[in-house]
C-alpha cells in the first residue's frame, strides 16, 4: 500500500487526531474529563497552529471553532450528567426523609420537601429551580420531583437557554400495618441522666414511627416499663384473677403472710404489679382467660412501679405523656417485662384492651408485629407464689424480703431468653438495646440472643448513642423503600 501524499497525510492524521478526541471525550470518567477534554484539545490546536501548509490556513479556520464548540458540549453534558447524579442522590434522601415523617398533609409536605432539599443539594453543583412533592397511592408513597439548572459553556456560541436537568423519586411508605412494642427498663440503675435520655430517645422513636396518616394502614406503640415486675393498671383483675379481703397464708388476698428464708412469718400487701405466670402456658402468648398470671406482692422497700403499661396506641401526644412521666427505681424483673412486649401485640390479648388499643391477627403480609427491648442487663429478680424468690440474683432487695421457695421457672435471664425465642417464633421482630451494658455473660447472651439477627442488636455506651440508636430503629421500622 503506498503511502498518502505529504497534503493527503497530514490530512488524514488530522481527521484522525480529532476523531480519536471526540471519541476519548465520551468514554472519560466525569470527574476527569474536563482537564483531560482541554489538554486534548490545546494539543491538537498547537499542531494545527504549528503546521506550514497553505491549505491548512482555510481548514483551520473552518474546523477550529467546530472542535471548540464540540468540546465544549461534551463538556457541558458532561456537567450535566455529573449534576443529575449529584441531584438525584439528593432527591432520593429528601423524599425518604418525608417517608418516614409523620406529615401527611400535602401542601406541608410540599413546604417540607423543599426545606429538606435546599439542605441535601450542596453537592448538586447546579441552581435548584423548582420542587414539587407529594402523596400518591393513598398515602402510601411520597413523590418529588426537583429541577435545577447550569450556565453551559456553550452560551452565547450556540445556547441562549440555561441547562436543565430534573429528577424525579417516589418512595414507599411501609404498605403494612406497625405496632411497636416498647420494652422500657425503669429501674433504680436507671436513675438521674439514663432516664432522661430514655425519655428522650423513646419519645424521638415514637415520633418516626407513629404517622399522622392512619389509612389504609396504621402505625402504633404500646409501652410495658418494668422494673421489679410490670404494672399492668387497671387490668391487672382480667390479666391474674380477682383477690379475697383479709390475710390468707397462700396467694389470692389481699394480704399474702409467708415465711421468708430465715424462717421468720412476713405480710405483704398485693399490688396491680404482675409476676410470671407458671406451667405449660408460662412461656407462650396464651391469652390469661386460659392461663393467669401470677399476683405480686411486693416488699415495701422494693414496691410496684408506679409506671403502668400502655396498649398499642396512634396518639403521640398521649404516649409522649406517659413516658415524660416515667421514673426509675426498684430491682429488675425484666423477664416479665420481655413477656408484657409480647403480649401487647398478641392478638391473644387483644380482648383485654379497648378495640382501638387492640392488637391484630398474625399476618405477617399484613402486620409488622416489633418488641423494642431496652435494658442495662441486670435482670436480678424472679418470683415463686408471688413474692421474689429465694434464688434472685444480688440487687433482688433484701433476703429478708424474699421468700423461702425458689422461682419455679428458673432465673429471669433464662425465662426471659425462653420467652424471646417463642415470640421469635410466632412471627414477632425483637430488636434489643443494651445501654452500658453491665459486663456479665448472662446479660452479654441475653441482649444477643433475645434480638430477631445481630443487625438487630444495639449497644449505645451514651445518651447520644442511645438516641442515635432509637433513631435507627424507628426508620428501620418505617422501612421507606425508594422504588422511582
Given at each position: 500500500m503506498s503511502r498518502p501524499s505529504t497534503k493527503e497525510g497530514d490530512e488524514f492524521n488530522f481527521r484522525l487526531s480529532v476523531s480519536r478526541h471526540l471519541q476519548n471525550m465520551r468514554y472519560r470518567s466525569r470527574h476527569h474529563l474536563h482537564a483531560?477534554?482541554?489538554?486534548?484539545?490545546?494539543?491538537?490546536?498547537?499542531?494545527?497552529?504549528?503546521?506550514?501548509?497553505?491549505?491548512?490556513?482555510?481548514?483551520y479556520?473552518?474546523?477550529?471553532?467546530?472542535?471548540?464548540a464540540g468540546s465544549l458540549t461534551v463538556i457541558d453534558i458532561t456537567r450535566a450528567t455529573g449534576v443529575r447524579m449529584e441531584a438525584q442522590g439528593a432527591l432520593d434522601a429528601t423524599t425518604l426523609q418525608l417517608a418516614i415523617s409523620t406529615t401527611a398533609d400535602t401542601p406541608k409536605l410540599d413546604e417540607l420537601g423543599a426545606t429538606t432539599l435546599q439542605g441535601n443539594q450542596a453537592n448538586v453543583g447546579a441552581t435548584l429551580v423548582s420542587t414539587?412533592?407529594?402523596?400518591?397511592?393513598?398515602?402510601?408513597?411520597?413523590?418529588?420531583?426537583?429541577?435545577?439548572?447550569?450556565?453551559?459553556?456553550?452560551?452565547?456560541?450556540?445556547?441562549?437557554?440555561?441547562?436543565?436537568?430534573?429528577?424525579?423519586?417516589?418512595?414507599?411508605?411501609?404498605?403494612?400495618?406497625?405496632?411497636?412494642?416498647?420494652?422500657?427498663?425503669?429501674?433504680?440503675?436507671?436513675?438521674?441522666?439514663?432516664?432522661?435520655?430514655?425519655?428522650?430517645?423513646?419519645?424521638?422513636?415514637?415520633?418516626?414511627?407513629?404517622?399522622?396518616?392512619?389509612?389504609?394502614?396504621?402505625?402504633?406503640?404500646?409501652?410495658?416499663?418494668?422494673?421489679?415486675?410490670?404494672?399492668?393498671?387497671?387490668?391487672?383483675?382480667?390479666?391474674?384473677?380477682?383477690?379475697?379481703?383479709?390475710?390468707?397464708?397462700?396467694?389470692?388476698?389481699?394480704?399474702?403472710?409467708?415465711?421468708?428464708?430465715?424462717?421468720?412469718?412476713?405480710?405483704?400487701?398485693?399490688?396491680?404489679?404482675?409476676?410470671?405466670?407458671?406451667?405449660?402456658?408460662?412461656?407462650?402468648?396464651?391469652?390469661?382467660?386460659?392461663?393467669?398470671?401470677?399476683?405480686?406482692?411486693?416488699?415495701?422497700?422494693?414496691?410496684?412501679?408506679?409506671?403502668?403499661?400502655?396498649?398499642?396506641?396512634?396518639?403521640?401526644?398521649?404516649?409522649?405523656?406517659?413516658?415524660?412521666?416515667?421514673?426509675?427505681?426498684?430491682?429488675t424483673g425484666g423477664h416479665i417485662g420481655v413477656g408484657w412486649g409480647w403480649y401487647l401485640v398478641s392478638p391473644n390479648f387483644s380482648y383485654l384492651f379497648p378495640k382501638a388499643n387492640q392488637p391484630g391477627p398474625y399476618d405477617i403480609e399484613k402486620t409488622k408485629k416489633i418488641v423494642v427491648l431496652m435494658t442495662d442487663g441486670e435482670y436480678n429478680s424472679a418470683y415463686c407464689n408471688g413474692v421474689i424468690a429465694r434464688d434472685s440474683l444480688t440487687g433482688s432487695g433484701s433476703a429478708a424480703h424474699h421468700i423461702n421457695c425458689n422461682a419455679p421457672n428458673g432465673g429471669a435471664y433464662a425465662q426471659a431468653q425462653a420467652l424471646c425465642t417463642n415470640m421469635k417464633a410466632a412471627g414477632v421482630t425483637v430488636y434489643t438495646v443494651g445501654l452500658e451494658l453491665v459486663n456479665t455473660q448472662a446479660a452479654r447472651d441475653l441482649v444477643a440472643n433475645c434480638a430477631t439477627s445481630a443487625k438487630h442488636v444495639y449497644y449505645p455506651n451514651s445518651g447520644t448513642a442511645l438516641?442515635?440508636?432509637?433513631?435507627?430503629?424507628?426508620?428501620?421500622?418505617s422501612g421507606p423503600v425508594v422504588s422511582r
Open positions: 483531560k477534554s482541554a489538554t486534548a484539545m490545546l494539543t491538537l490546536l498547537s499542531r494545527l497552529t504549528s503546521c506550514e501548509k497553505g491549505n491548512f490556513g482555510i481548514l479556520a473552518a474546523v477550529v471553532p467546530l472542535i471548540v414539587d412533592f407529594g402523596n400518591i397511592d393513598n398515602g402510601l408513597t411520597v413523590r418529588g420531583t426537583a429541577t435545577f439548572s447550569l450556565t453551559p459553556l456553550v452560551y452565547g456560541i450556540f445556547a441562549k437557554d440555561q441547562l436543565k436537568v430534573t429528577v424525579t423519586s417516589e418512595v414507599k411508605r411501609s404498605a403494612k400495618n406497625v405496632e411497636v412494642s416498647l420494652v422500657l427498663d425503669t429501674t433504680a440503675s436507671m436513675a438521674g441522666q439514663r432516664i432522661s435520655d430514655l425519655k428522650a430517645a423513646a419519645k424521638e422513636l415514637v415520633d418516626i414511627v407513629v404517622t399522622d396518616r392512619q389509612t389504609p394502614t396504621y402505625s402504633k406503640v404500646a409501652l410495658v416499663p418494668y422494673s421489679m415486675a410490670v404494672n399492668v393498671g387497671s387490668y391487672a383483675e382480667a390479666a391474674r384473677g380477682s383477690i379475697h379481703n383479709g390475710t390468707c397464708n397462700s396467694p389470692g388476698c389481699a394480704n399474702y403472710r409467708f415465711v421468708n428464708p430465715y424462717g421468720d412469718a412476713v405480710t405483704f400487701g398485693i399490688s396491680t404489679c404482675v409476676s410470671e405466670r407458671t406451667g405449660t402456658e408460662r412461656f407462650t402468648d396464651a391469652a390469661p382467660s386460659t392461663a393467669s398470671f401470677g399476683y405480686n406482692y411486693p416488699s415495701p422497700a422494693n414496691p410496684c412501679l408506679t409506671n403502668t403499661i400502655k396498649p398499642l396506641s396512634d396518639d403521640k401526644a398521649s404516649l409522649n405523656s406517659a413516658i415524660d412521666a416515667l421514673s426509675a427505681s426498684g430491682s438516641k442515635e440508636a432509637f433513631r435507627d430503629i424507628g426508620r428501620d421500622i
